[in-house]
Structure formats: structure tokens, C-alpha cells
């Protein structure tokens, strides 16, 4: 049985993470960047799939583990009758390779020590040949090669490598796993000690720039360092998630590929990034979007890869039998071919927020947004696949129009408020004309909520943001009407689901169900607070905190029943949340 998926936590160098479980057994990661073929995909196949376990040779998980202070090293603790270990995992900044180090480390006593290493190519498929070389282990398989140096004798069996070895108070063993293309030269020395140094160094440099004086600094700050791990350095795209296919529900087939860099994303992300001093980042992030979004209006599409890749296709892994037997396996993302409507109003929202803040609007930025607004203006009133990306028919999602209507608006603010040519009074009466729609056909005066789409009797989670782009006032009895209907009939335990699958029929066209959606349940805690119920957000909120793992992981979703994690991990849309959740709530 694999471990849950709150029992891992992340390492990375800002190209790519691993996945490292409580039993000191790296289970993911894909190499030389998030999104290429795993090297270790134990996660979805088990342990012939690739992994690496360093631990004590006795087994089991670790007695304690941590972050070491604002960082993202991570150190594991066994304690036994013989005596007590420690192994240091991270992954330095990037260099001109990817280099993932780990360091034994005895704290008292004389532990045995067990070491397996098996590299296993192309998610678990290839096996490599692997030989010893001027005293290091390396592993090659077509364009893919793996340097292991460490001072301890490796040996190989049955297309695995071990090392067996005792590790006593004081003493410290290293192991260096670096990465290069099969096709140049073994890759530089490197000195754990000095790698170490160097990767606390650039975390305590980093967080210098942490800007937040409310009531929950840890859990903000430890959100933003996994925002910055899910960062993509070279282009500044921030993916969604570390992982592919794990699932929303054990045994099923909603698993996806979350590998990738969503605009749905992005003006969450200005916001949390901007709310907490990250200025560079989330000017990096604007960027990203600007180049993503260029091009053909008509061409916009909901997600691109992490370098702003447009052709994301998915196809399956059949070999991999997926978490606790969920399948398929996939690789890709169809839903980036979908039409998504409310993706025009999230960049035209995320590059109003930038300039709000006073980081520029350049002539080329404001002729993309006008050529966006133009596409806009003749597709608004068409039917969608929605925020979620639901692969059941089209429908006229509220959600949907409502961005429409704050593209609409921005458009008017620019013109308005910072002065940029257009015909702000073709875009107000745009923003007039779905703003009527809207309260006409996507209201249900009988229940007073707003619905998921046009005559729907479904309920969605995403109409919690209606006034937090400014649709309507917090104070509007229409919205203090919806948000306690979500809460009637979309909450599990307290925490709020995305939508009913089951409702109208079956709105996403998939089976199965899927858990608690953790960052709408953030949502709903901003929401209760923007209609008066402060003490009830907050309640919330701190309730939300609990869900976090010992490291203060998030994934993308929650089973209140068995108290677990689902979906991809860790998830930027949960820790955006958080963060812009905690800034809200003071």
C-alpha cells in the first residue's frame, strides 16, 4: 500500500520537487524539470515504478520531522533502542545541473543504516544500465543519465543498488544524486556541506522580503515557500501542483495532470504574492501570463505548460496501475483545449490588479487586453466548460459570465481611473448588459442563490467570488443568500464541495464523486466575513489550518470522513487561499 498522500513532503530547487515519505523514500520525481517523464514514480506505480529510500535499516516512518526554519530542507528523525538518526533532504538552488542531496546524520547511539536505490526512466519504464565509474554509480537509459557519488560502498541486485552502513553519534554520510543529459560529461563534485549552506542561505535571503503582521505568520509563511517551490525560476510560471493523477477519489477515475500553470490562477496569485511583499514574484508571474496570453484573443487558453507550452496533449500511462489503484494514469491536460470564458476576465482582472498596485502598464500589455476585450465582446453571451473545467456539455456558468463582466469592468477602470484610450462607454454598456443577464437567468429567487448555470438547481462553490471581483456588494441580500445556501447544500462536515456532481443530471458528464475543495472552503471563510459573520470565518479558518500536514502541506481536496488528503499535492490554488484568507481576516 503506498503511504497517504499527506505523508510526503516536498524538496525542490524552483525547476523541479520531490516527493519524500515519512518511511525516508523518495516516491516522485521528475527530472531535469516538473513537467518531463518521472525518475521515481513509486507514487502512481509502486516500488518497481523507481524510488529511493534512505532509512534506518530497522524500517518504518520517521519519529518526527521538519522543515528547517523558513526553508525548504527537510529533516526526518528516527529514534530506536539503538540510538537516534537524522536525514537532511533538499535540493540546492539550480546550478548546471539538478542535484538532490541527502545527509545521515547520527544524533546518539549506532544506527544501521539501509540505502535502495532504483532509478527507473520514462515513469517507471525504462530500467537503466547502470555501472560504477571513477568511484561514483551511474545510471543511463537513452537521452537520461544518474550520478550517485557517496563515500559508502554501493552494490547492486536485481536491478537495484544498496548500501548498507552504521551510522554513530556525530558522524555524518553524505549522498549526491545529480542529473545530466546521457550525451555530456559526468557532472561536477558536489560538497553537501557547501550545497547545504548555500540553499539555507538563499531561503533566509528570500524570506527577508516577508511582509505580513496578522494573526497567523507560520502558516503564511510556510504557504508562500511552497508558492515559490512551485515556482518554474526560468519563466516564472507558478504550475498548480508537483504532481499528476492523484486522485480526487480513491479508486476512481478523476485524476489529472497538474503540471502545469492555470490562468484561472492568476489573479489569486498577484494577490497573495503582492499582499506579503513578493513584489519580484509576482511581477515574474504578470510576465508569464503576458507571454501565455499573446497572441490570437481566440486562441486564449485556460492553462499552458510552465515555459508557456500551448500544446498540452493527454494521453495515458497504461503501465502504471495509479495511486491506491486509481486509473487511468495521465500525462497532459485536455481541458486545455476547452473553452473556458471566465479565463478572459482572469487576465484582464490580474493585469488590472498589477497596475493598481503600481507595477506599470506597458503599450504592449493594454494592446493584448483590448484585443482580448474585443474577442470578449462578441463570445460573452456563449456557453462554456466552466471554471472547473467540466467535460460534460456547455452550459451558461454564472461564474463564467460574472468574469466576463469583470474583464468588462476593468476595461472601464483603465480608462477611468489610469487614463489608457478605449471606448470606455462601448465597455460599460457591455458590463450593463451582463451584469441584467446575469441577475435574470442566473438567480433563483425562490431559493435566493444564485446557481451554477442558467436554470440550474446545482449550486457552485465559485459564486462565493461574485463580490470579491465587485459583481455586487458584500451587503447584498443576494449574497448573504447564496453563501448560506452553499452552505445548506454543498457542505461536507463543514467544509465546502466545488459542486454537486450529481446535480442536474450530472454536470461534469464523469462518475464517481470527489472530496471537500479546500481553497473554496477558504473562500467561504472571506465570504462570511464580508457578510458579517467574523467570528464564524475566523472559526473556520483556523479550522482549515488543521488540515495542513506536519509540514504544513495542502493538497488540492479533503475527505472529512476518513480525515485524509486528496488530489495533487501540494496545491497552489490551497495555499493561495490560505494566504489571501489569512490577509482578509487580518
Given at each position: 500500500?503506498?503511504?497517504?498522500?499527506?505523508?510526503?513532503?516536498?524538496?525542490?530547487?524552483?525547476?523541479?520537487?520531490?516527493?519524500?515519505?515519512?518511511?525516508?523514500?523518495?516516491?516522485?520525481?521528475?527530472?531535469?524539470?516538473?513537467d518531463?517523464?518521472?525518475?521515481?514514480?513509486?507514487?502512481?506505480g509502486?516500488?518497481?515504478?523507481?524510488?529511493?529510500?534512505?532509512?534506518?535499516?530497522?524500517?518504518?516512518?520517521?519519529?518526527?520531522?521538519?522543515?528547517?526554519?523558513?526553508s525548504?530542507?527537510?529533516?526526518?528523525?528516527?529514534?530506536?533502542?539503538?540510538?537516534?538518526?537524522?536525514?537532511?533532504?533538499?535540493?540546492?538552488?539550480?546550478?548546471?545541473?539538478?542535484?538532490?542531496?541527502?545527509?545521515?546524520?547520527?544524533?546518539?547511539?549506532?544506527?544501521?543504516?539501509r540505502?535502495?536505490?532504483?532509478?527507473r526512466?520514462?515513469?517507471?519504464?525504462?530500467?537503466?544500465?547502470?555501472?560504477?565509474?571513477?568511484?561514483?554509480?551511474?545510471?543511463?537509459?537513452?537521452?537520461?543519465?544518474?550520478?550517485?557519488?557517496?563515500?559508502?560502498?554501493?552494490?547492486?541486485?536485481?536491478?537495484?543498488?544498496?548500501?548498507?552502513?552504521?551510522?554513530?553519534?556525530?558522524?555524518?554520510?553524505?549522498?549526491v544524486?545529480?542529473?545530466?543529459?546521457?550525451?555530456?560529461?559526468?557532472?561536477k563534485?558536489?560538497?553537501?556541506?557547501?550545497?547545504?549552506?548555500?540553499?539555507?542561505?538563499?531561503?533566509?535571503?528570500?524570506?527577508?522580503r516577508?511582509?505580513?503582521?496578522?494573526?497567523?505568520?507560520?502558516?503564511?509563511?510556510?504557504?508562500?515557500?511552497?508558492?515559490?517551490?512551485?515556482?518554474?525560476?526560468?519563466?516564472?510560471?507558478?504550475?498548480?501542483?508537483?504532481?499528476?493523477?492523484?486522485?480526487?477519489?480513491?479508486?476512481?477515475?478523476?485524476?489529472?495532470?497538474?503540471?502545469?500553470?492555470?490562468?484561472?490562477?492568476?489573479?489569486?496569485?498577484?494577490?497573495a504574492?503582492?499582499?506579503?511583499?513578493?513584489?519580484?514574484?509576482?511581477?515574474?508571474?504578470?510576465?508569464?501570463?503576458?507571454?501565455?496570453?499573446?497572441?490570437?484573443?481566440?486562441?486564449?487558453?485556460?492553462?499552458?505548460?510552465?515555459?508557456?507550452?500551448?500544446?498540452?496533449?493527454?494521453?495515458?500511462?497504461d503501465?502504471?496501475?495509479?495511486?491506491e489503484q486509481?486509473?487511468?494514469?495521465?500525462?497532459?491536460?485536455?481541458?486545455?483545449?476547452?473553452?473556458?470564458?471566465?479565463?478572459?476576465?482572469?487576465?484582464?482582472?490580474?493585469?488590472?490588479?498589477?497596475?493598481?498596485?503600481?507595477m506599470?502598464?506597458?503599450?504592449?500589455?493594454?494592446?493584448?487586453?483590448?484585443?482580448?476585450?474585443?474577442?470578449?465582446?462578441?463570445?460573452?453571451?456563449?456557453?462554456?466548460?466552466?471554471?472547473?473545467?467540466?467535460?460534460?456539455?456547455?452550459?451558461?456558468?454564472?461564474?463564467?459570465?460574472?468574469?466576463?463582466?469583470t474583464?468588462?469592468?476593468?476595461?472601464?477602470?483603465?480608462?477611468?481611473?489610469?487614463?489608457?484610450?478605449?471606448?470606455?462607454d462601448?465597455?460599460?454598456?457591455?458590463?450593463e448588459?451582463?451584469?441584467?443577464?446575469?441577475c435574470?437567468?442566473?438567480?433563483?429567487?425562490?431559493?435566493?442563490?444564485?446557481?451554477?448555470?442558467?436554470?440550474?438547481?446545482g449550486?457552485?462553490?465559485?459564486?462565493?467570488?461574485?463580490?470579491?471581483?465587485?459583481?455586487?456588494?458584500?451587503?447584498?441580500?443576494?449574497?448573504?443568500?447564496?453563501?448560506?445556501?452553499?452552505?445548506?447544500?454543498?457542505?461536507h462536515?463543514?467544509?465546502?464541495l466545488?459542486?454537486?456532481?450529481?446535480?442536474?443530471?450530472?454536470?461534469?458528464?464523469?462518475?464517481g464523486?470527489?472530496?471537500?475543495?479546500?481553497?473554496?472552503?477558504?473562500?467561504?471563510?472571506?465570504?462570511?466575513?464580508?457578510?458579517?459573520?467574523?467570528?464564524?470565518?475566523?472559526?473556520?479558518?483556523?479550522?482549515?489550518?488543521?488540515?495542513?500536514?506536519?509540514?504544513?502541506?495542502?493538497?488540492?481536496?479533503?475527505?472529512?470522513?476518513?480525515?485524509?488528503?486528496?488530489?495533487?499535492?501540494?496545491?497552489?490554488?490551497?495555499?493561495?487561499?490560505?494566504?489571501?484568507?489569512?490577509?482578509?481576516?487580518?
Open positions: 500500500m503506498p503511504q497517504r498522500i499527506e505523508d510526503y513532503g516536498l524538496i525542490g530547487d524552483l525547476h523541479t520537487g520531490a516527493l519524500v515519505g515519512r518511511d525516508g523514500s523518495v516516491d516522485w520525481l521528475c527530472l531535469p524539470r516538473f518531463a517523464p518521472a525518475c521515481f514514480a513509486a507514487l502512481l509502486g516500488p518497481e515504478a523507481g524510488f529511493w529510500q534512505l532509512a534506518p535499516a530497522d524500517g518504518g516512518p520517521a519519529t518526527r520531522r521538519r522543515y528547517r526554519g523558513d525548504l530542507i527537510l529533516e526526518s528523525e528516527w529514534e530506536s533502542a539503538q540510538g537516534t538518526v537524522r536525514v537532511v533532504d533538499f535540493m540546492p538552488p539550480r546550478g548546471e545541473a539538478a542535484d538532490i542531496v541527502r545527509v545521515v546524520e547520527g544524533l546518539s547511539g549506532s544506527v544501521p543504516m540505502m535502495a536505490l532504483r532509478l526512466f520514462d515513469y517507471g519504464r525504462i530500467v537503466p544500465w547502470v555501472r560504477h565509474i571513477g568511484g561514483q554509480l551511474a545510471a543511463v537509459a537513452g537521452p537520461d543519465a544518474a550520478w550517485l557519488s557517496t563515500p559508502i560502498e554501493v552494490y547492486g541486485e536485481e536491478f537495484t543498488s544498496y548500501a548498507e552502513f552504521t551510522v554513530s553519534a556525530g558522524q555524518r554520510v553524505p549522498f544524486l545529480t542529473y545530466r543529459p546521457s550525451h555530456e560529461p559526468k557532472p563534485h558536489v560538497d553537501p556541506d557547501q550545497a547545504l549552506a548555500d540553499t539555507e542561505q538563499f531561503w533566509a535571503d528570500w524570506m527577508t516577508f511582509r505580513y503582521e496578522g494573526r497567523w505568520p507560520e502558516p503564511v509563511r510556510r504557504s508562500l515557500i511552497l508558492l515559490k517551490a512551485l515556482t518554474y525560476a526560468p519563466t516564472g510560471g507558478i504550475l498548480a501542483a508537483a504532481t499528476t493523477s492523484l486522485p480526487e477519489q480513491p479508486g476512481g477515475p478523476r485524476n489529472w495532470d497538474y503540471r502545469y500553470c492555470w490562468l484561472r490562477d492568476a489573479t489569486f496569485t498577484l494577490q504574492l503582492l499582499g506579503t511583499g513578493f513584489v519580484a514574484e509576482a511581477k515574474a508571474w504578470r510576465e508569464w501570463l503576458l507571454r501565455a496570453a499573446a497572441g490570437d484573443p481566440a486562441d486564449l487558453q485556460i492553462m499552458y505548460g510552465i515555459d508557456g507550452t500551448r500544446r498540452l496533449t493527454e494521453y495515458t500511462l503501465w502504471l496501475p495509479g495511486y486509481s486509473s487511468p494514469v495521465r500525462v497532459g491536460n485536455a481541458a486545455s483545449g476547452q473553452f473556458q470564458l471566465d479565463v478572459w476576465g482572469e487576465v484582464l482582472d490580474g493585469l488590472h490588479q498589477s497596475r493598481a498596485v503600481g506599470g502598464a506597458t503599450d504592449e500589455a493594454w494592446d493584448l487586453q483590448r484585443a482580448l476585450l474585443d474577442y470578449l465582446e462578441s463570445h460573452w453571451d456563449e456557453p462554456d466548460n466552466g471554471l472547473w473545467e467540466v467535460r460534460g456539455d456547455r452550459r451558461h456558468f454564472v461564474h463564467s459570465k460574472v468574469m466576463a463582466w474583464g468588462f469592468d476593468r476595461a472601464v477602470q483603465a480608462v477611468e481611473k489610469f487614463g489608457l484610450p478605449g471606448d470606455a462601448r465597455w460599460r454598456a457591455a458590463r448588459d451582463v451584469h441584467a443577464e446575469v435574470e437567468r442566473g438567480f433563483d429567487a425562490d431559493r435566493n442563490t444564485f446557481t451554477q448555470f442558467y436554470g440550474s438547481r449550486l457552485d462553490a465559485a459564486l462565493l467570488l461574485l463580490p470579491r471581483v465587485g459583481f455586487l456588494p458584500w451587503d447584498d441580500p443576494r449574497i448573504a443568500g447564496t453563501v448560506e445556501a452553499l452552505q445548506r447544500e454543498l457542505s462536515d463543514g467544509f465546502l466545488r459542486y454537486d456532481p450529481r446535480a442536474d443530471g450530472g454536470v461534469d458528464g464523469l462518475p464523486s470527489e472530496g471537500a475543495f479546500i481553497a473554496c472552503t477558504f473562500w467561504l471563510a472571506e465570504a462570511l466575513s464580508g457578510i458579517g459573520r467574523g467570528r464564524e470565518a475566523v472559526d473556520l479558518f483556523e479550522r482549515l489550518l488543521t488540515l495542513r500536514n506536519d509540514l504544513g502541506i495542502l493538497a488540492e481536496e479533503y475527505d472529512p470522513v476518513v480525515g485524509r488528503h486528496l488530489g495533487n499535492t501540494p496545491q497552489a490554488f490551497s495555499h493561495v487561499g490560505l494566504v489571501n484568507a489569512a490577509l482578509r481576516l487580518g
